[in-house]
Nanobody
Framework: VQLVESGGGSVQAGGSLRLSCAVS????????MGWFRQTPGKEREGVAT???????SYADSVKGRFTISKDMDKNTLYLQMDRLKPEDTAMYYC???????????????????WGQGTQVTVSS
């Protein structure tokens, strides 16, 4: 399984970006996927997750601003990020677990597959 993120970049505070994660090499109809982010010197934190049943969870820090979605006909996971803040600056990673569903609010260690990351920089 391969996950490849795209869509990162630099934006001013209040702006928007949409991240994409192209998924290849899996054949399971059951899965959990998510977005995580990490800044230098800090642990990676969960941003949003979604599973094949459509169950979604968000970190409190992004609720109401970020939207996770999937289009598995296109084998793609998305993260729409609106009203961005400087504290959203981080490397964003796509993660996946295939074959079974993870519990709601899955943790970083629950995921098996990871992308290489895409940088998001928000300036004030």
């Amino acid at each position: 399984v391969q996950l490849v993120e795209s869509g990162g970049g630099s934006v001013q505070a209040g702006g928007s970006l949409r991240l994409s994660c192209a998924v290849s090499g899996y054949t399971y109809s059951t899965y959990s996927m998510g977005w995580f982010r990490q800044t230098p010197g800090k642990e990676r934190e969960g941003v949003a997750t979604i599973d094949s049943d459509g169950v979604i969870s968000y970190a409190d820090s992004v609720k109401g601003r970020f939207t996770i979605s999937k289009d598995m006909d296109k084998n793609t996971l998305y993260l729409q990020m609106d009203r961005l803040k400087p504290e959203d600056t981080a490397m964003y990673y796509c993660a996946g677990y295939f074959g079974l569903l993870l519990p709601v609010h899955p943790l970083e260690d629950d995921f098996t597959y990871w992308g290489q990351g895409t940088q998001v920089t928000v300036s004030s």
